[in-house]
């Protein structure tokens, strides 16, 4: 019976501005790590604009970890992609806005 407390503590933690509750990731744990602070950042400098918060982590994720990398932020969105192994990482933020990076 453990289980759904935890499952309540995890979304009131979502819920909370500045916590990422990460949904899937595939990433290396150094990675992960990295582009979460980036996210962090982003979606704290740019609270009312998602457009720019993306723009803000794509730019980073380019610069520090090379290639094409693709971000969405938004609320209330499906997807269905083709990505690099290991380069995957999809979560949600402050509660209902969902992120996801991912390089091809």
């Not at 723009?55 to 994720?61: P, T």
């Not at 992609?81 to 992120?99: D, M, P, R, S, V």
């Amino acid at each position: 019976m453990a289980e759904p407390t935890e499952k309540k503590e995890a979304e009131q933690k979502a819920a909370l501005p500045g916590y990422a509750l990460v949904k899937y990731s595939d990433m290396v744990p150094e990675m992960k790590t990295e582009t979460l602070e980036l996210v962090i950042v982003a979606c704290e400098k740019f609270v009312d604009n998602n457009e720019l918060a993306a723009r803000s982590i794509k730019e980073a994720m380019d610069k520090k970890f090379k290639g094409r990398w693709h971000v969405v932020v938004g609320e209330g969105f499906g997807f269905e992609i083709t990505y690099e192994l290991h380069k995957l990482l999809y979560l949600f933020f402050g509660g209902n806005l969902a992120i996801l990076i991912w390089n091809m």
